[in-house]
Every structure is written in structure tokens, then in C-alpha cells.
């Protein structure tokens, strides 16, 4: 008899073997894994219903999902300006939204959980918000800007897991505090480090990511002594996410605090994963010396993989930044940042459209691509491996491996 009724037979009876802790969220005992959420397109049906399937909690990300769904970028083709065109091209997001939530919870099989991530950064946030929990999704998951309203934006989905991303025990208080008011905690706090994830990272600035104050064994101890003085009866688990590579970080992790962890990279690189096969090879061939740092769009620190187009970029970055004093006319019409560093003329932001160069990075584009990626060699190397061997891998220590 499987001992865990939301996670696959086969990975239940390794997670009783590891002697790792299952994660304890939405009433279920899931695997202490969860995929984090890539955009644009990396991590969405495909994906995310893998992972739920195998008992894990599978992430789609929400930024303009319409580019799986070649309907939907011929119906909005063209659409460059201008009130309607925005109108139809957040319309076929949405409808896209509607189809991988779908999607992923028939591939679940009933197991797992099935999330949306959403930056808080972005223009359709509270409307995405909506959709999604009106689709059906079990969780949803907020970083890029702390999601002060989100208790407000789930009012009537008392079931829906609620999630915030953070990087450090100040920001974990502030968020309790205030969602306190509105008589809902977090259901589950994501704790990104900003030294070893990849994508946009949780620290005001470059300078700011090697700062102690984010290293998981200072957060985590101080969170759940926070929680403890707080006098919350449930504990919120806690889910530590950045260079997460194996099982001995997953128990290092547990042993600190965490109850589960968030991966991203090694999602990315699965068969299962959403996008193109240059995308992962480009992702699985590169070393944690291939990465740079840099201000995004968005006016975050970002970590991506040293491609042509980000090598060239940096290095025309300053004049670009010298010349940023107007506000650029923007053609893309759709759900992007609410501030944008070209759009918006901020000189000490990005100034590149990041919906073009992730999107070309999502067809496998390398000349023109920003290919986020987080810290840390990968469990396969540069093989492309399912998402049940990676499971496999990360639920069975290193010496059993051998």
C-alpha cells in the first residue's frame, strides 16, 4: 500500500527509504520538491504536470503563455499598438493561461499540486491572479515585488495556496505582518537566495547578492524563530530555493529549517520541459564561469547564461544607459512590467525589450537569446534526462548512487 496517496507509488516507497522529510502543504504529504516557475514558456503544462504527476509541486509561469500556442499567435499577429491590440494579445494570454492550468492538472493524474507563478512586477498580475484561481490552480506562487494584496486577490478561493517569494527573514516578517491583518497567512514561503538562483534575483542591487543576510542558514533560523515569538500555532513551511544540484542539499537544507526545496535549471533541462531542445543545451553545456550578472529591465539583478547577445549588450550597455532619458515607444502591447528601464527611460535599468529576448531564447535562438540560468553543475551534466530520473536522482544519496 502506497504510504503517500499524492505521490507516484515508485517515488512514495523512495521517499520512505531517503529519510527525508515529505512536505506538508494543502492538506497533502507531497516529495520535498518543487519546480520552480520559468518564463517565458519554459515551465508550463508539459512541466508542471510531469512534476505534480511524480508528487511534486509543478510551477507554470504565467508571462506570455500564448507563445505555445500557435493559434493564438496568429490570431494576434500584428497586434503592435494601441488599446485593442493590447486588449487581444492579454485576452490570448489569458485564454493560453486557461489551457496549460488545464493541461498540467490532467497530466497530474489527482497527485502533486499544480502552481502559477506570477511576478508581481508585471502589468497583469491581479488579473492573472483572478484567471488563474477561477481555472482551478492549487497554488499560486508571487515573486519580482512583494504581494502585499494577494490575500485580497484570492478573496473567495479559501482552498487556493497562497506563496510568496522572499529573499530574507525581514522581508518573510513584513509579509506575515500584513497578511496577518487581512486574516490569512502564507500557506508556504519560497526563500530564494539571490547568489545562486538564475532569472531576477531578490537583492536590491548587484553589489547586494553575496550579503550573509540571504544565506539559508541565517534565514531559516531566524524565520521559524520569528514564527515561534510570532506565536503562530501553524507553521509556515519554508521552501529554500538556489543552486539546489542533489539529495545532501535537500537534507543539509531540511537539517536547517527548510521543509522542502524549489529547482529551477534542472527542470528547465528535462524532457518534459516546455522549450526548445537548443534551450537546454545551451542551459545543460553551461558553467557556473558562463554566468553574468546584470541590472534587467526591470531594474533587478538578474543572472543569465554569457551568450552573444548578453556579451554584446554589456558591453554597449553604457551608452545605451546614457541616452535613456525618454520614454521609448513600446510595441509590445501585452501583459509586460508595469516599469520597464527602456520603456519607461529609468538610465539605470536594462535597456533591452526582455519579452523579445526570452522568447527568443525559448525557440532555442542563441544569437539573440537571454537564457536565464541558476548557480551549480547540474545532476546529469549536459545529459537531457526525465523529470522521474531527476526525481530519482535528487531522492537517493550520493553514495547509493556510486
Request: proline letters at 4%; charged letters at 25%; one cysteine or more.
Amino acid at each position: 500500500m502506497n504510504p503517500f496517496p499524492h505521490i507516484s507509488q515508485e517515488l512514495g516507497a523512495l521517499l520512505v527509504r531517503s529519510g527525508l522529510k515529505p512536505l506538508q502543504l494543502g492538506g497533502r504529504e507531497l516529495l520535498p520538491v518543487v519546480q520552480g516557475g520559468m518564463g517565458v514558456g519554459v515551465s508550463a503544462q508539459r512541466l508542471a504536470g510531469a512534476v505534480a504527476a511524480d508528487g511534486g509541486m509543478g510551477t507554470i509561469s504565467s508571462v506570455d503563455l500564448r507563445r505555445l500556442h500557435p493559434d493564438l499567435m496568429e490570431a494576434t499577429e500584428g497586434c503592435n499598438a494601441g488599446e485593442e491590440a493590447k486588449r487581444r494579445i492579454n485576452e490570448a494570454n489569458l485564454v493560453a493561461l486557461d489551457r496549460e492550468i488545464a493541461g498540467a492538472r490532467e497530466r497530474s493524474q489527482g497527485r502533486g499540486l499544480v502552481a502559477l507563478n506570477v511576478m508581481r512586477a508585471v502589468s497583469e498580475y491581479a488579473t492573472s491572479v483572478k484567471r488563474a484561481l477561477a481555472a482551478g490552480v492549487d497554488a499560486v506562487v508571487v515573486g519580482a515585488g512583494l504581494p502585499l494584496d494577494l490575500p485580497d486577490l484570492a478573496q473567495g478561493h479559501p482552498k487556493a495556496l497562497l506563496i510568496p517569494i522572499l529573499s530574507d527573514a525581514r522581508g518573510v516578517q513584513l509579509i506575515v505582518k500584513k497578511w496577518e491583518r487581512k486574516k490569512r497567512l502564507p500557506d508556504a514561503i519560497v526563500i530564494e537566495h539571490p547568489r545562486l538562483a538564475g532569472g531576477h534575483l531578490g537583492a536590491a542591487r548587484i553589489a547586494d547578492v553575496n550579503d550573509r543576510r540571504f544565506d539559508f542558514d541565517q534565514v531559516l533560523p531566524a524565520c521559524k524563530e520569528f514564527f515561534r515569538q510570532a506565536g503562530i500555532e501553524r507553521e509556515i513551511p519554508l521552501i529554500a530555493a538556489g543552486g539546489v544540484r542533489s539529495f545532501e542539499d535537500i537534507s543539509r537544507l531540511q537539517a536547517l529549517g527548510a521543509d522542502a526545496v524549489q529547482l529551477g535549471t534542472p527542470f528547465a533541462v528535462t524532457t518534459e520541459g516546455d522549450a526548445d531542445a537548443e534551450f537546454k543545451r545551451v542551459l545543460a553545456e553551461a558553467r557556473d564561469e558562463d554566468m553574468i550578472e546584470f541590472t534587467s529591465v526591470a531594474g533587478l539583478p538578474a543572472r543569465a547564461v554569457a551568450t552573444p547577445w548578453l556579451k554584446t549588450y554589456l558591453r554597449l550597455e553604457s551608452r545605451l544607459q546614457a541616452v535613456a532619458q525618454v520614454k521609448q515607444r513600446c510595441t509590445k502591447a501585452f501583459d509586460c512590467l508595469a516599469q520597464c528601464g527602456l520603456r519607461d527611460g529609468f538610465k539605470d535599468w536594462g535597456q533591452f525589450c526582455i519579452d523579445n529576448q526570452l522568447a527568443a531564447a525559448l525557440r532555442g535562438d542563441v544569437k539573440k537569446g537571454l537564457f536565464f540560468r541558476g548557480s551549480g553543475a547540474l545532476p546529469f551534466g549536459s545529459q537531457i534526462r526525465s523529470v522521474r530520473e531527476l526525481m530519482e536522482r535528487l531522492l537517493t544519496p550520493a553514495r547509493a548512487l556510486a
